[in-house]
């Protein structure tokens, strides 16, 4: 059973920055991962996707130029550094891992998921 455990989430200020990290219990270089994620009412929102090499990524409209998606495959590790944070970004965000080497933004190509870590920023 493959584990993921997402850490770093915390209540900031907006403006502040963040860093997210997802720690795997296996080796997973050879699919792609993301992170998404869940504010209260609302529908898991894709923000960011990284292929199985790190060459490609994708990220959501409303992140594009703040996040940063990374991934270390000797550590098997996906991060999400988040700059310049928005009260809109307040939401539970959750680390996945895709059935193949690159995903896109479609929900069921990930096949296991984090718990989540919660993200709050004030105004």
């Known amino acids: 059973q493959v584990q993921l455990v997402e850490s770093g989430g915390g209540l900031v200020q907006a403006g502040d920055s963040l860093r997210l990290s997802c720690a795997t219990s296996?080796?997973?270089?050879?699919?792609?991962a993301g992170w998404f994620r869940q504010a209260p009412g609302k529908e898991r929102e894709p923000i960011a996707t990284i292929s199985r090499d790190g060459k490609f990524t994708k990220y959501g409209d409303s992140v594009k130029g703040r996040f940063t998606i990374s991934r270390d495959n000797a550590k098997n590790t996906v991060n999400l550094q988040m700059e310049d944070l928005k009260p809109g970004d307040t939401a539970v965000y959750y680390c996945?891992?895709?059935?193949?080497?690159?995903?896109?933004?479609?929900?069921?190509?990930?096949?296991?998921w984090g718990q989540g870590t919660q993200v709050t920023v004030s105004a």
């Open positions: 996945a891992l895709a059935k193949a080497p690159w995903s896109g933004f479609r929900v069921d190509n990930f096949a296991y």
């Open positions: 296996e080796t997973f270089n050879n699919v792609g």
